[in-house]
């Protein structure tokens, strides 16, 4: 008679083996519970035969069988651990007992709808469930012929892999507003990004329209190129833009351009003023040094003179004024440094004549003379 012999459990890379009856039964019919690929061994039968995963076999014992059954495991299955079960089991049959041997071997139906891999060739799926399996269980694959590896995976965790060395894929969103193609470029209408977009690499952003629109700080660590590569900046914070462009700001209008610094082809460098205001020279103080307007250098404040062209340096310049000769105070020393005047001139402002001359110049006073009792101007360089 058939009875149950026991069961054998199964785990990868581990062989078994079971010790049954040495004689008396016409074989063993084994069902094999698990992902494994089973390679069963009638010890002293010299008969070994494979049992596929999800299928049932009869197992012949013949004359000289020892009575032990060996079980070579191989993992060929990608899915092992979305089987719900890894285990053999044994059925013994008897010589006298009757079965059909042609229907061995059989599959076992119930597995078809596991959590492993559904193959639909020229087919379709209506739904893919796979629920309560560990973590980067594969529950799709697909190998194009030819290719050593997968080409398009996906596992229970949420992680996508499309595309191998041989044929990189691409993926399409969004009625193709989003799309790659094979060679790592991802084209987007409109990229929003709320957290922290990051490009390793060269980032290039085309299109009409606002381009590259950034709300709040933008941080660049390394080098930017503007205009087509004209103007660069180094990643220690220096910026150079070629002759013949200028630095602009919009006027009080809000909306009209005004050139404020420009450099021309000769390397020559000129400050500009907007239409309406000056242009001035302030120190790390915002001390007004230099104010011009409309040509005209409007006051110099404790700045130290002018150098000209010539190398003659003008240190500043101061008036008074007095009547006949005396001695007084030229103030020309309104920026506080202590020097003479190089040269003081007094002219007469009123009716009459007399010599004019001066003496005796310190760094405050000096002696005017005159050859009458008249008002005088005097300047002093």
């Known amino acids: 008679m058939t009875y149950f012999a026991g069961i ?11 010790q049954g009856v040495q004689s008396g039964l016409l074989g063993y019919i084994i069902g094999n519970e698990s992902g494994f690929t089973v390679v069963v061994d009638m010890q002293g039968t010299g008969h070994s035969k494979t049992l596929y995963p ?8 013949g004359e000289n069988f020892t009575g032990t059954i060996n079980f070579i495991v191989t993992s060929k299955l990608s899915n092992l651990s979305s089987w719900p079960s890894a285990f053999l089991q044994l059925d013994a049959v008897g010589i006298q007992d009757t079965i059909n041997e042609n229907s061995y071997p059989m599959p076992l139906p119930r597995l078809v709808n596991i959590g492993g891999s559904v193959n639909f060739v020229g087919g379709t799926a209506t739904n893919i ?25 996906l596992t229970n965790d949420g992680n ?15 009625n193709n507003i989003i799309s790659s193609n094979d ?13 922290t977009l990051i490009v390793t690499g060269d980032a290039t952003f085309n299109g009409a329209g606002t381009g590259v629109q950034v709300t709040n700080d933008l941080h660049v660590l390394g080098r930017t190129q503007l205009e087509n590569g004209k103007i660069v900046t180094s990643s220690s914070g220096d910026i150079t833009i070629p002759n013949n462009v200028y630095f602009t700001a919009l006027d009080t209008d809000g909306a009209t351009k005004r050139i404020l610094i420009s450099v021309d082809s000769l390397g020559n460098t000129a400050i500009h003023a907007a239409s309406t205001g000056h ?3 302030k120190d790390g103080g915002n001390t007004l040094w230099t104010d011009i307007s409309s040509g005209t250098i409007a006051q110099q404040v404790k700045g130290n003179g002018f150098e000209w062209y010539n190398n003659n340096f003008l240190p500043e310049i101061s008036f008074f004024t007095g009547n006949g000769s005396g001695t007084y105070n030229h103030g020309f020393n309104g920026a506080g440094e202590s020097i003479s005047p190089f040269h003081v001139i007094p002219i007469v402002n009123e009716a009459g004549s007399a010599t004019q001359g001066y003496d005796s110049v310190t760094t405050t006073q000096v002696h005017i003379t005159l050859g009458a009792a008249l008002n005088f101007k005097a300047f002093c360089v």
């Open 8 to 18: 054998v459990d199964l785990s990868s890379g581990k062989n078994q083996s079971f």
């Open 54 to 61: 999800g299928c049932v076999d009869l197992f012949e014992t």
């Open 129 to 153: 469930v796979n629920d309560g399996n560990a973590a980067d269980t594969q529950i799709i694959e697909s190998t194009v012929s030819g290719d050593v590896g997968s080409c398009v995976t």
């Open 160 to 174: 996508l892999v499309i595309g191998d060395a041989a044929h990189h894929g691409s993926v399409k969103f969004d």
């Open 183 to 195: 060679s790592g470029t991802l084209i987007v209408a409109n990229l929003v990004d709320n957290g």
């Open 279 to 281: 242009t001035q020279l």
